[in-house]
């Protein structure tokens, strides 16, 4: 299936993250039947970016397997803000759920941003805490029963210890389910699942299959046409018990598909489409990386990541 792409003519993009911090690079894959994404993150070694690659062709060659629905709920990304911002975002989104950063700051102010998203939300919205990994164990018990009790309950907490063992270790300590990716599942509750990373929707499910415990979809901060893979592994799921992380585009500057195919949750969920939309050329050109030397580094990780997958 892969020769029938001209990994070549695959453009290159940048689009600066609408916060500032960052830039998000990566390419994009036409094959037969669509287009997907690659973009392995910066430092991800060859066989994470083959995963990638694999992930990037399937939709566009083999295709995805069916859906069991026709559209996702989706999480709204709330980022370490001041309560009024983060009150703001969530009425902005029109989600019924969230997916709250903590662990950025004292857990008093994590506990009144989760207080806000709580009021926002009102009572019968649910929350999740982001927990990238802070603390170490004591501090994580004791930072999950004051977030969990500011947020009237969470369906769990994302990864609020750095190592496999600290989450193993803080699990029997605390009464909300612990969360974070299928190389933890054995010391989680809830396994967080990305098709980039896992190499594709297919392989995704077979993992989810494998390890029998509740999964959530979540983004890789991709454009929509890496968002749609996503959505078609939230939308093939055989049980999909949480909203999934999958509204990203908006923090992104900008987009790869025309504004009326972006994809940004309407009335709390995204549609799960067959193929994902096509590029705008006029986006493709907007967001183009023109240096010679970063456009030959991704030209590099890609025949690396050929040679590989």
Known sequence: MKAM?????SPIFAIPVADGTGVHEGMLIEGPQGWGEFSPPPGCDADEAARWLTAAVEGGTVGWPDPRRGRVPI????GAVDPASARRVVEASGCLA???AVGTGSVAVDAERVAAVRDALGPRGRIRLSGNGTWDGDAAVSAIAVLADAAGGVDFVADPCGSADELGAIRGR??????????????VDVVILRSGPLGGVRRALRVA????LPCVVASSGETSIGLAAGLALAGALPELAYACTLG???ELSGDLVAPGRSLRPMDGHLPVAPTPAAPSEDLLRRYAITDAGRAESWRRRLRAARVTA
């Open 5 to 9: 792409i001209d990994f070549d003519a």
């Open 75 to 78: 999480a709204v990304v709330v």
């Open 98 to 100: 969230a997916d709250v």
């Open 174 to 187: 605390v009464d909300v389910p612990i969360a974070s990716g299928p190389s933890r599942a054995g010391v």
């Open 209 to 212: 299959e494998r390890l029998d």
């Open 248 to 250: 990203t585009v908006s």
